[in-house]
């Protein structure tokens, strides 16, 4: 089998646009969020906020969408992103010994007002942050080495050399070609909502320099700022092993 590249996000963290860029490699199969579109709109969706009026897909199943995958792997190698409570079913040693595991965080005063914007009664387990935690956890006890993490300022600040060391990291080709391409439709990336989280994809043309940005958590509601408090913690120390910031004695 060939290698599965998968990429632990948090929404709102620039995890498409990366997504999109290793699509443009055009040498890895790729999946947008495989096991999250079962936790939402599965045939058993596990959304804490899923009603009966929610969309909701027949004969997607954890095990279909995982034998998918592996059967992707056997023509060539894979890519995915997803986020880490979506597996929480499936989650075992054996499971996760399969990937070649990375992680991409963002400043959660970020991903917090972004999901307000889009979800104005989003719950905190659909941030995604204490579920990456914890698995980034697991597989550096499991590993006894750091999985590679990168961060959404230092990748929009230095796209080049950010993912030039991730895919020095991940042991895939550094293709810098990919970091460019025509504005367009994501059809590709878009079986929630139609894409209505993706406008700025698809009118940008690249993973482009952009200048680091900050946001006010205190004008936010109350319960953002309450996840906020919960999740900065979890966002802080992984922020420390970030690519090209890993502490000398680890």
Request: with cysteine; aromatic share 12%; proline share 8%.
């Amino acid at each position: 089998m060939n290698k599965i590249v998968v990429l632990w996000a948090t929404l709102r963290s620039t995890s498409t646009a990366f997504e999109w860029m290793m699509r443009m490699r055009g040498d890895m199969i790729c999946y947008h969020e495989p096991f999250c579109e079962v936790w939402y709109q599965g045939e058993s969706p596990l959304w804490p906020r899923w009603e009966p009026t929610s969309p909701r897909t027949p004969g997607l199943t954890y095990e279909s969408r995982w034998a998918e995958i592996q059967a992707a792997a056997q023509e060539r190698p894979v890519f995915s992103k997803d986020f880490a409570h979506a597996i929480e079913p499936i989650l075992s040693d054996d499971f996760l010994a399969q990937f070649t595991h990375s992680f991409l965080i963002r400043d959660p005063a970020k991903v917090l007002t972004g999901m307000y914007r889009h979800w104005k009664d989003f719950v905190l387990k659909e941030v995604g942050t204490v579920d990456q935690r914890l698995l980034f956890d697991r597989l550096a006890d499991k590993a006894g080495m750091i999985p590679p993490v990168i961060d959404s300022d230092d990748l929009l600040e230095n796209p080049h050399g950010i993912v030039e060391a991730y895919c020095k990291a991940v042991d895939i080709p550094f293709i810098p070609e990919a970091l460019s391409w025509e504005p367009g439709s994501r059809r590709e990336v878009s079986y929630y909502d139609e894409g209505s989280w993706h406008n700025n994809l698809r009118q940008s043309d690249g993973l482009k320099k952009q200048p680091r940005k900050s946001i006010d958590i205190s004008e936010a509601p109350d319960f953002v700022k309450e996840m906020y408090d919960i999740i900065l913690p979890d966002y802080e120390y992984m922020h420390t092993y970030r690519l090209g910031r890993i502490p000398k004695n680890n």
